[in-house]
């Protein structure tokens, strides 16, 4: 802009809008003058703001304004006079066209250096609905919407507590978005805080559309496939975050929140367990943890047992399987990274599909398939159950960020066990363990409290223990390794 601040001309005020918002059909002009014959204009984008409100409440009262003759009385007695206004006036450029970009009213007046903001604000959004990426059982079935004022009304109404602080910010510096960082004040640990401060204050990006734009910037290792930084779209997850003492990152415009410190074992907890008998989630808990280490290394040990070490199975389940390999005419490694292919190619598409179809394509395409393979003699029968168990422990993954690790790590060990048998899947495994246990999230480790030895934490860890041996406050997650000033 040609100025900073506005002007005592309202003629070089307009103008000065006027260049900025050139070719912004949706933003109107309306003129006015008040009861002491002072001119003014009103300024707002119809698509944004509330019609209704501005006709029926703002223009009668402009009409009716009473101005001393004075000018520098002015920024006083016009809050007085117009009690829908703030008491804070704006000299700015830039924070004026961030108010007006938002969907406030912008007032402006002859003779006044000053503008007013009427917030005005009434963009359409969806209502909250259900959580469609993170469905339960049983349940709050309420999930965020885009617009991020009703999502943290959410969070405020269901955690009435003075001590939960909203702290917003401006992000993108092209979008302006809107930003919130939410924390529990006295439950999360301020070392942790303070460097979920000092990585959102190194984003600098043109546009932020989503909390995945932030993910990157705070994530320790963004070269690791495991995900460091958790996301939900439930409001009650959100809560149950914040009062285990982690921050939650809300953006405007997204359904999304995301949840840090981020510890491995947050990916095998479900709402569910909270909200049905401890005995039945204890039960669960654990088989969502043999699901993923099916899910990893099935594929691999099939490879590592048929081809390296036949000897380790039954006679007759060895005769079983030289019968069905008989007519494949590919080897086994081959056999079983094909199928595993075709699986994640189904899966891409049942995903992409309408959810009407999306389903049941999935499901048919891959028992044509899968059939029509074994009867033309190109696959074992073996391979497609293999294929098929490593699927469906896939999906009891309540994550799908850790479902999608899942399905890289089962390539990654069939190609280790391919070439060195039992001792590359070995290798392999241990690579994933060395790996897993370097990582770190704001700097708390990824793999605590297991790792530095927390034996009372690990009672919510590897079953759901009962309400009444959990302990009233949630310890706060440990945060001794968090450096002062670390640079990523």
Known sequence: MSAQVLSRSLAENLAELRTVLQGCDDFKYRPFTTATDIEGY???SHFLVDSQFISQTILPNLFNLQLPSRSELWSK??????PFLPESSYTQWENILLQLLDGNTLILLEGLSEAFVAETAKIETRPFGKPETEPIIRGPSEAFAEKLSPNLAIIRSRLKNPQLKINQMLLGQESHTTVALLYLNGVIQAEVLAEVRRRLDTIHLDNVQDPGFLIEFLSEDTWSPFPLVQSTERSDKAVAALIEGRAVILVEGSPFAILLPTIFWHYFQASDDYFQNYL???????LRYLSYLFAVSLPSLYVVVTVFHPQLLPLRFLLSLTVARERVPISTFFEILG??????????????????????IGIVGALIMGEAAVTAGIISPLVVIV??????TTFSIPSE?????ARMFSYFLVLFASVLGLYGFLLGALTILL???SLESVGVPYLSPVTSFHWREWIDIFIRAPWSN???????LQSEQVPSGRKK
């Open 339 to 360: 199928m595993l292919f075709v699986l994640d190619i189904f899966h891409e598409a049942s995903l992409r599909l309408p959810q009407i179809i999306g389903p049941s």
């Open 280 to 286: 039945i989630a204890s039960f669960i808990r654990p």
């Open 470 to 476: 959990l302990r009233r406050k949630t310890k706060k």
């Open 387 to 392: 294929v098929a168990l490593t699927a469906v």
């Open 435 to 437: 790996h897993l246990s």
């Open 42 to 44: 009103l300024i707002y």
């Open 77 to 82: 007695t016009i809050p007085r006079q117009l």
């Open 401 to 405: 960020d850790l479902r999608g690790t």
